[in-house]
């Protein structure tokens, strides 16, 4: 079946504006992740969802960002006002079951935001 | 929050050379995967590992949830094996990863 899959791949666009990013999940995977990778460090946890809610969002780096998945798949990471230190590749990840992390993650190919 | 370290963070070798990779974390873990990413920056999952032995080919890791380390073994290293393997401890949903050590397989 088809892995993660994440849209755009790449976008550039400039200071202030708004972005969103998308995530479409491996099918019936319940639980799934948002991390922030900048260039030469690990990927950076931002959000964990279980099925539709937040279950953990701690590591959401301020209010300008927001994640959303209201039917339990499909999930948006929508950033406000985007500043320069917000460049980085944001990856998505799923796994069958969450329930606090005892199964395997499956990560997307990345968005690469590049704020100018 | 948990700490993860890896070492060593750059290694070189030659085709055919074996290598030890090292996972340590600060706190007890549900579990602990190991990751390729390679020059795309496509993350590949080698091993989920939160405790024992596991093998795969030329690769195998060991975790030793006690002790809080993990131990990831690559034999017989291939040009392919070039990238960077972190290593991603999970605690309650939260996953939290080391730097990586960026190896360089030449031929």
């Known amino acids: 079946g088809a892995g993660v899959s994440q849209t755009p791949s790449n976008k550039v666009t400039e200071k202030g504006k708004y972005v969103e990013l998308r995530c479409d999940p491996i099918?019936?995977?319940?639980?799934l992740y948002w991390y922030r990778q900048s260039l030469g460090q690990g990927p950076e946890f931002l959000i964990y969802?279980?099925?539709?809610?937040?279950?953990?969002d701690s590591g959401l780096p301020n209010d300008r960002f927001f994640a959303v998945r209201p039917e339990g798949s499909v999930s948006t990471l929508k950033i406000q006002r985007t500043e320069r230190g917000d460049s980085a590749v944001y990856l998505c990840?799923?796994?069958?079951?969450?329930?606090?992390?005892?199964?395997?993650?499956?990560f997307g190919p990345g968005t690469r935001l590049t704020v100018l | 929050g948990i700490q993860v370290e890896q070492s060593p963070p750059d290694l070189i070798l030659q085709e055919g050379a074996n290598s030890t990779l090292r996972c340590n974390f600060s706190d007890s873990v549900n579990n602990l995967q190991w990751f390729h990413q390679n020059p795309w920056g496509q993350l590949i999952n080698l091993f989920y590992i939160p405790s024992g032995t596991k093998q795969n080919g030329r690769l195998s890791a060991t975790t030793v949830a006690t002790e809080r380390y993990s131990l990831l073994y690559i034999s017989s290293s291939q040009t392919t094996d070039s990238g960077v393997y972190f290593c991603?401890?999970?605690?309650?949903?939260?996953?939290?990863f080391g730097d990586g050590t960026t190896l360089t397989v030449k031929p």
């Open positions: 991603a401890v999970n605690r309650a949903g939260k996953s939290t």
């Open positions: 099918s019936g995977h319940t639980a």
């Open positions: 990840a799923s796994s069958p079951r969450g329930g606090g992390g005892t199964d395997t993650q499956y």
């Open positions: 969802f279980q099925g539709t809610g937040a279950a953990d």
